[in-house]
Structure formats: structure tokens, C-alpha cells
């Protein structure tokens, strides 16, 4: 019996990966990282900033990410996102720029916690990754 | 009749007219190309976007309690219209047949006594509507910079509508835009997307059983106006590549037209050309047989 299933991450205008021999995927879901092997339950479940990481016979992808809701079914996965990096192409003042772009949300006032939040994490994810 | 010079004049005039739509075609055609291709790359987004929204709507248990951009703010008597035409004219009936079908919906609003808003995406369409429907334009957006469809400036047009639709400026909001069949053949389309019709296309709706995390309520509040987002970028792909197809079977058939013109031109020119010369022979030996 095979471990593998299929991964798709989709971007409003391209599919962005598509993969079939996937064997586990870690995604940083709104209450915490969700691991997702073969067989898991029928899920839907939103993403808050952070690194999706693909693991595949061919090696370990590392992806960094902003926002986006995941579907789990039939072992597809689906990745609805529109924005994501590839960390190996990922150059340091992209990253730099993403961080200063949200450093300088977290000082407008008007921003609800949850807003407050997600930037927050995103400000954490780009940091360790910097 | 007109004198030879102006025929002349008329041939060459029409010959840079076929130039130009010539050219014009050439460039619609590798712009449909690409308009076209990303049509289709951005299908697959839109439509999980739909499937997982309309899994979640069916999953939720208490309709009452469910966020208003999904059940509707109660009442349907203010609608908001969102016009999609484009920024440049010569493309034929494109941007006509949106205007047409928005306006033939705008008067059956008018006879339910309905009240009307509208916002226009694309200089065309409100240069069109400026005249009868001005009154009730409360925005017009423009991306006129923007090379081609991008998510960023759909999200803005969501967002706009989203505030508005917080601010309870309307109850329904629909989108006209131009659906892309083939290069000869565009349906305009009225699509409704506040408050969301679920019930419209549930062939596709899956019998799964499925985990939410968070709940369903909080997941649909985020994923809705994200949706907006994604259905208006959807229409504004369309659209562009409806447009690059109108505009390059209009620019065929004015090329094809101005060489049927050419031809007739100089038919008429060669005659009159002959005609002179017979005239100017008969004066020549009319003159040398009265000697």
C-alpha cells in the first residue's frame, strides 16, 4: 500500500504546484500546525502566516505563506492561496520588504485583534526565517 | 463625379485606415492568447473556492445566525449593480451588450420599484451610462495603469463593495461582465453575488462529511469576502479575454471591409482614368477631321 497523495496548491490566476507523491504536509492552520498524511479526515480549515512544508519521495519543499484555506478530501489536498513563496528562491530583501510592509501595519490603530494577531505571526515567520 | 486626385486621395486614406486594423488585430491576437490562458489557469481557483464555500453554507447548522454576505441583509430593496466593461473602445459589441443587458435589468428595477446603485469597472461602460444613469453612479473604478487582470486590483473592487455592503448601502449586489465561449462569441452575463446563491449550483456538492477547524461560522465570515474577491476576478479574466476577442473579429471585419472599398475605389478610379483619356482622343480627332 502506497503512503502517497496529491497535493495541488492553487493561486487566483495559475495552479501554482501540483504533486502526486506526496507523503506528509504540514500546514500552519488558524489553531496551530496540522500534519497530514495519507487517509486523513475530510477537512477544511483556514491558514494563518507561516511555512507549508511538503514532504515527497523527491525531498522536502518548504513554502512560505500568508493566507489561505486548505481542503482535504479523497487524499487531495487543496491549497487556496494568494500568496505564497517558494523559500529556496526567496531572496532576503523580499523578505525584508514583506517584513517591513507588516512592521508598519501593527502600528495603525484601528486594527482589530485578529488582524492584530495574524500580523503578528506573520512578523514572527518572517523573523526566523530572515 | 469626383476628379481623379480626390479618388486618389480616398484610396490612400482608406489603405492606412486597413493598415491600422490590420495592426490592431495582429495585437488583439496575442493579447487574446495570453488573456485567454489566464482565464483558464484562474478556473481551477475559483472553482474550488465555490465548492468549498457551498460544502461549508450546506454544513452550517443555524440559518439565522449565518454571516449576512451569505443569507442577505433581510430586505432586496437596494441593489447595487457592478458594471465590468473595459477602458478602451474598438472592440465591437463589447462593451454594448454588457451596457444593453445591465440596462434592460436596471428598467426591471425601475418597474419594481427597487432603488438603484451602481458602480462601473472600466471607463467604457461609464462614459456610456453617464447620460441616462448618472444620478445613481456612486463609483467608478478604473485600471487603466494595470496591463492585464491581476488578483490585486480585483481584491480593491472587492473591498469596495465589501465596505459598502457593511455600511448597508445596498441588500443585492450583482456583476455584469462578458463571458468568453470563443473569439467570435461573448455572453454577457449577470451574475448575483451578495447575498450568495447557494442553492443556484449545487450539482457539484459533495456528500462528505467534513472537520472544520475553527467552526463553520467563523471559517464562512473569512472565506466570504474573499470569495467576492475571487468571483470579481474571475468576471474582470473573462472579461479581458472576451475583449481581445471582440476586438479582433471587429478589427477583421474593418480590414476586410476597407479592402472591399479599396477594390471598389479603384474600379472607379481606372474608369474615370479611361473615361478621361477616350474624351481627351475624341476632342483630339474631332479636332483634326474640322481641318
Redesign the interface.
Known amino acids: 500500500m502506497t503512503e502517497e497523495f496529491k497535493v495541488e496548491i492553487v493561486n487566483p490566476d495559475k495552479l501554482f504546484l501540483s504533486k502526486e507523491d506526496v507523503t506528509e504536509v504540514i500546514v500552519p492552520a488558524f489553531e496551530g500546525e496540522i500534519g497530514i498524511l495519507k487517509d486523513h479526515i475530510a477537512i477544511i480549515s483556514f491558514l494563518k502566516p507561516g511555512i507549508i512544508k511538503i514532504y515527497s519521495k523527491s525531498g522536502e519543499e518548504k513554502f512560505y505563506i500568508e493566507d489561505g484555506i486548505i481542503e482535504f478530501k479523497n487524499n487531495n489536498l487543496s491549497v487556496l492561496t494568494s500568496s505564497i513563496f517558494n523559500l529556496k528562491n526567496m531572496e532576503k530583501n523580499k523578505i525584508q520588504e514583506l517584513l517591513k510592509k507588516a512592521e508598519e501595519e501593527t502600528i495603525k490603530t484601528e486594527i482589530n485583534d485578529q488582524t492584530k494577531y495574524l500580523i503578528d505571526q506573520k512578523i514572527e515567520v518572517l523573523r526566523s526565517i530572515n | 463625379m469626383a476628379s481623379l486626385d480626390d479618388l486618389k486621395k480616398r484610396i490612400t486614406s482608406v489603405k492606412s485606415t486597413q493598415k491600422i486594423t490590420k495592426a490592431m488585430k495582429m495585437v488583439a491576437a496575442a493579447k487574446l492568447k495570453r488573456a485567454q490562458d489566464?482565464a483558464e489557469?484562474?478556473r481551477?481557483?475559483?472553482q474550488?473556492?465555490n465548492?468549498?464555500i457551498l460544502?461549508?453554507a450546506s454544513g452550517i447548522s443555524d440559518k439565522s445566525n449565518a454571516p449576512k454576505l451569505l443569507s442577505g441583509t433581510g430586505n432586496e430593496k437596494i441593489h447595487l449593480c457592478v458594471v465590468m466593461t473595459s477602458d478602451r473602445g474598438l472592440c465591437g459589441g463589447f462593451n454594448a451588450n454588457i451596457i444593453k443587458k445591465a440596462k434592460s435589468y436596471f428598467s426591471k428595477l425601475k418597474e419594481e420599484g427597487k432603488e438603484l446603485k451602481i458602480i462601473t469597472v472600466g471607463s467604457k461602460g461609464n462614459d456610456q451610462l453617464k447620460r441616462a444613469y448618472g444620478d445613481k453612479i456612486i463609483e467608478n473604478i478604473s485600471f487603466k495603469d494595470s496591463k492585464n487582470a491581476?488578483?490585486f486590483d480585483?481584491?480593491k473592487v472587492g473591498k469596495t463593495i465589501i465596505e459598502r455592503f457593511e455600511k448597508e448601502e445596498f441588500d443585492i449586489c450583482t456583476i455584469f461582465y462578458n463571458q468568453f465561449k470563443n473569439v467570435i462569441t461573448q455572453i454577457p452575463q449577470s451574475q448575483q453575488i451578495i447575498p450568495l446563491n447557494a442553492e443556484e449550483n449545487n450539482e457539484n456538492k459533495?456528500e462528505?462529511?467534513?472537520?472544520?477547524?475553527?467552526d463553520e461560522d467563523e471559517?464562512l465570515s473569512?472565506?466570504l469576502p474573499?470569495n467576492i474577491s475571487?468571483q470579481i476576478?474571475k468576471a474582470m479574466?473573462e472579461n479581458s479575454a472576451s475583449e481581445q476577442g471582440a476586438r479582433m473579429s471587429a478589427m477583421d471585419n474593418a480590414t476586410r471591409n476597407a479592402g472591399e472599398m479599396v477594390d471598389k475605389l479603384t474600379i472607379e478610379y481606372n474608369r474615370s482614368r479611361q473615361a478621361a483619356i477616350t474624351k481627351e482622343l475624341i476632342e483630339i480627332i474631332s479636332g483634326a477631321e474640322s481641318l
Do not use: Q
Not at chain 2, 208 to 213: A, G, I, V
Open positions: 489566464s489557469r484562474g481551477p481557483y475559483s474550488k473556492m465548492n468549498v460544502n461549508l491581476n488578483y480585483a481584491e459533495s462528505e462529511n467534513y472537520e472544520f477547524e475553527p471559517i473569512n472565506l474573499k475571487t476576478f479574466l
